[in-house]
């Protein structure tokens, strides 16, 4: 099986104005226009600009940050998959651990999440991490797999699910794994999405995030396993994002 087309996708997380969507439009000229690259582009603003992205986004996907995990109801100011998909997303990120430690989402919930986006047709990017203290402690990579294993959603397919490691420690922090580092928690990440999966794990898209920058981003998504990234900071400005996606261009 062929590798899996690769995923550069930016989670904007609480910042953005109407305003901000210059930059999307940006975004869209640049890799609508420039050299193409061989890797899907995402923008995951926040909730508040999904709708308006989406009316301006053709080359360059839309998606949201979370969803709830129910289909409805009494949830004050939680956002449905399907009003999401409603407003134009087709993807949705759960589980990142600004997520996980600000609003105690454990990988059983985050497994719930990823299902309600499944079940309206949307793509699940479900993110896991190791902390530094976990890492310093040598147990990154059994503290990743075992996040892969609880918040993998049932059903998952290669078509629907994105894994994203993100270690905790390397978040804004301008500080990377090595790219040793990085290739053996995706291989330890492929290897337990084959045993889940079958043979479709091995389609599975596995993005790197963590202060991916247009000056490393060759170096992290050449990476054993690295499939795409999930960058935050370098996201909000389309020349930088842009400088991340030169990592898929010849
Ligand atoms: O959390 C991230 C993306 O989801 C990574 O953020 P930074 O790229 O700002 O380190």
Redesign the pocket.
């Known amino acids: 099986m062929s590798n899996p087309t690769a995923l550069v996708a930016g ?1 904007w ?1 609480m910042n953005g104005l109407t305003e901000s969507l210059a930059e999307l439009e940006a975004l869209e000229t640049l890799v609508k226009e420039g050299k193409s690259a061989d890797c899907d582009v995402l923008i995951c603003p926040p909730f508040t600009l999904i709708g308006a992205a989406s009316v301006k986004a053709d080359a360059v996907a839309i998606g949201a940050q979370d969803c709830h995990g129910a289909v409805s109801g009494a949830h004050t100011g939680d956002i449905s998959a399907q009003m999401l998909k409603d407003a134009g997303a087709t993807y949705v ?1 759960v589980g ?3 997520r996980r430690a600000d609003h105690f989402e454990n990988s059983k919930i985050v497994k719930v999440k990823a299902e309600a986006a499944l079940a309206v047709g949307l793509t699940a990017i479900v ?1 896991v991490g190791e902390t530094e203290a976990e890492r310093d402690a040598g147990k990154a990579v059994s503290r990743v797999v075992g996040q892969v294993e609880a918040s993998l959603p049932e059903g998952a397919t290669s078509a629907k699910v994105v894994v ?1 490691y ?1 270690p905790v420690w ?4 301008g500080r990377t794994p090595t790219v040793q580092d990085v290739a053996e928690m995706h291989t330890a990440i492929r290897e337990a999405l084959i045993k889940r999966l079958g043979e479709d794990g091995k389609a599975v898209k596995i993005l790197y ?4 920058k247009p000056s490393n981003a060759t170096e992290l998504m050449g990476a054993a396993n690295v499939n795409g990234a ?5 996201s909000l400005k389309a020349s930088d994002f842009n400088g991340i996606i030169d990592a898929y261009r010849k």
């Open positions: 989670n997380k990120i990142h651990s600004e993110c994203a993100e390397a978040i804004g922090t995030g963590g202060s991916v999930l960058v935050g900071g370098a």
